[in-house]
């Protein structure tokens, strides 16, 4: 579903991401960790069409991103880290301006948004200004609507920040059905119990560098550490 070979991307001289390949099922959940400056959110704007890469490919579903970039993106729901949103419109009006740019039938859009918005606990707050929202509630705005025209693939940069105990269970159990029904989840966290809770399998970057992927015990054996968590895994793995 998400086909990534010899993705690179410099800036000047410096490889941010340095020939990354990566194959991701349909129906998978694949988690996507590394410390910081690894190059993870560069990877992320890359896949999903926001960043030209310096070169590789990247394919959505079959589609390439770099030939059919519109086509590609509409198999995508984005999700970034900070939920950047048209503050002076109301929830409902965000949605629909988000499920026109993606053609979603004005007939069903009255359904979808009040599910979705129902399903984030934001229905009781879908006629009121998005400046009025606190943290938690834009995200799960953000949220809902990369949702809303079905997409194949999900690509999501820190799902959990802002978000209290409930609604992380409610988005752990949400990505888990998603992924029920078929639907690919490239998921960036910090958070690494998160990534061992809901994981198919998880790739570790390292100054640009994929330098391990597969599941849990997997990363154990290449860490050559049985029985630990992922977090010390990571730290035997990303010490220099």
Known sequence: MIEIKNLTKKYVDFPAV?????????????????????GKTTTIKMISGILLPTSGTVMIAGISMKDH????????????DRPYLYEKLTGMEF?????DLYGVDSDIFSKKAEQHLKMFSLLDWADELIESYSHGMKQRLIMAAALLHDPEVIIVDEPMVGLDPVAIIMVKDLFRNLAKQGVTIFMSTHTLKIA???????????????IATGTTEDL??????SDADLEQVFLNLTMD
């Open 196 to 210: 061992e809770d809901i994981c198919d399998r998880i790739g570790i970057i390292h100054k640009g560098h994929l």
């Open 220 to 225: 154990q054996r290449e860490a050559q550490i």
């Open 95 to 99: 949605l629909k301006f988000v499920a």
């Open 18 to 38: 340095n020939n990354l390949n990566l194959s991701i099922q349909k129906g998978e959940i694949f988690g996507f960790i590394g410390p910081n400056g690894a």
């Open 69 to 80: 970039p519109e086509k590609a993106k509409s198999k995508i729901g984005f999700i970034p």
